[in-house]
């Protein structure tokens, strides 16, 4: 039984690099350029709809979610969330994303 938790407990809460690959992998792009420091307007996008899945996914704090997203300040990554939240269609691209993460991860612990 002590295995099967162990075995599951890290299962409990995607990683935010979970997100950023499943993110980077539904918009096309590497997960590098996403979390990179490329400013043309589709990867940005990109990189605002993943910090705000990150968010929504993940119990992580503002300041974890810009480490992983090379190291961004964490008012980068509140402003992206709050331009998510007022966008619909930005704010369905994030919750695909959250859903396919939990799907992924609901297939893994079938396996097991």
Same mark, same amino acid.
Not at 18 to 25: G, K, Q, R
Not at 51 to 59: C, S, V
């Given at each position: ?34 979390? $990179? +420091? #490329? ?7 990109? !990189?605002? *709809? /993943?910090?705000?899945?990150?968010? @929504? ?13 090379? $190291? +961004? #300040? ?7 969330? !709050?331009? *998510? /939240?007022?966008?619909?269609?930005? @704010? ?21």
């Amino acid at each position: 039984m002590t295995a099967l938790l162990e075995t599951v407990a890290p299962l409990a809460e995607p990683t935010p690099e979970e997100v950023i690959a499943v993110a980077a992998e539904l918009f096309g792009v590497g997960p590098s350029r996403l979390t $990179g +420091r #490329d400013l043309r307007r589709p990867l940005v996008r990109y !990189r605002v *709809v /993943a910090m705000a899945a990150t968010r @929504l996914a993940t119990t992580c704090s503002y300041p974890s979610i810009g480490r992983a997203f090379d $190291g +961004r #300040d964490h008012t980068t990554v509140f402003s992206a969330c !709050r331009r *998510v /939240a007022h966008i619909p269609l930005l @704010l369905n691209s994030a919750h695909r994303i959250v859903e396919e993460v939990r799907r992924r991860r609901e297939g893994l612990l079938e396996e097991l």
